[in-house]
């Protein structure tokens, strides 16, 4: 399965975004599909994650709070709305795909490649 992540760019402090990561073949809804970011000179982290059944996870209460992912297996999309983004937000932002669920804690398996989000002042 490929995947195809879109929609960064650059957005002010407190404005919002939408990535979309959209999944090759009509598979989508046999995976879970996870939100990464990788900032400068930082490790991976997880963003968010949504099961195969739709049920979500965020890593952190701050990206709970402004954060939603969501996913439509018609369009065989997964979507993240981020908003009141703040300078911390700032990452280029990966989507990955399992067929596990969102608790495995080996690696994504499929991964596309990443879209930048830069969040200014």
């Known amino acids: 399965v490929q995947l195809q992540a879109s929609g960064g760019g650059l957005v002010q402090t407190g404005g919002s975004l939408r990535l979309s990561c959209e999944v090759s073949?009509?598979?989508?809804?046999?995976?879970?599909v996870a939100w990464f970011r990788q900032a400068p000179g930082k490790e991976r982290e997880r963003v968010a994650c949504?099961?195969?059944?739709?049920?979500?996870?965020y890593e952190t209460v701050s990206v709970q709070e402004r954060f939603t992912v969501s996913r439509d297996n018609a369009e065989n999309t997964v979507y993240l709305q981020m908003n009141s983004l703040k300078l911390e937000d700032t990452a280029v932002y990966y989507c990955?795909?399992?067929?596990?669920?969102?608790?495995?804690?080996?690696?994504?398996?499929?991964w596309g490649q990443g879209t930048q989000v830069t969040v200014s002042s």
């Open positions: 990955a795909a399992d067929l596990g669920s969102c608790t495995i804690l080996r690696d994504f398996d499929f």
């Open positions: 949504i099961s195969r059944s739709g049920a979500t996870t």
């Open positions: 073949e009509d598979g989508l809804v046999y995976y879970t």
